[in-house]
């Protein structure tokens, strides 16, 4: 089957597009779920209400955002690789959709989540999601290093840097969630 340049810009068009809505809800679905544990730090009276609000909230950003991004992200990959299908036998894109298959099962473990949190039965910490919250970050800076250098892959001193920069900030945010949780702590006990 061949398609013609526009339809292939309008595939790699809205793949792209899919990528960015998609990304947005996971990365803000996971910040969501962090803020539904720790309301279970509120006073009782507000706990009931605030689990209930952001089981709601959760649960239209996934179904509404997330889950409609990753599927248009998905069919239009599909119609890339139906125009192009060469690439298939290229390592970079096999790399590429390993990725792509860690993030798809990353999406629907965050609806296993979304459901115990709804339950009252999720077990995950705040730290323990803000972590969990770092990997699509992962991802996507591996997916797009593969898709701009494709068998060129990049392993001079600047793409370390940035793989540093990344682990920086990454820790940085544990730090600060820490050091926020810890004076909040303090606070109490005065």
Known sequence: MTFSSEAYLWFKSLHIIGVVVWFAGLFYLVRLFIYHVEANDLEPSLQLAFSKQYSLMEKRLANIITTPGMI????MAICLLVAQPQWLQQNWMKIKLLFVLLLLVYHFFCYQLM??????????????????NELP?????VVVLLVVFKTQFPTSAATWAVVGLIIFMAASIQFYARWR??????????
Request: proline letters at 0%; a positive charge; charged letters at 25%.
């Open 72 to 75: 248009l992200t998905v069919s």
């Open 115 to 132: 459901k115990q949190l709804a339950e009252d039965r999720c077990s995950w910490t705040g730290q323990q999601l803000r972590a969990m």
């Open 181 to 190: 949780r810890l004076n909040t702590e303090s606070l109490k006990e005065l």
């Open 137 to 141: 970050t992962l991802f996507l800076f």
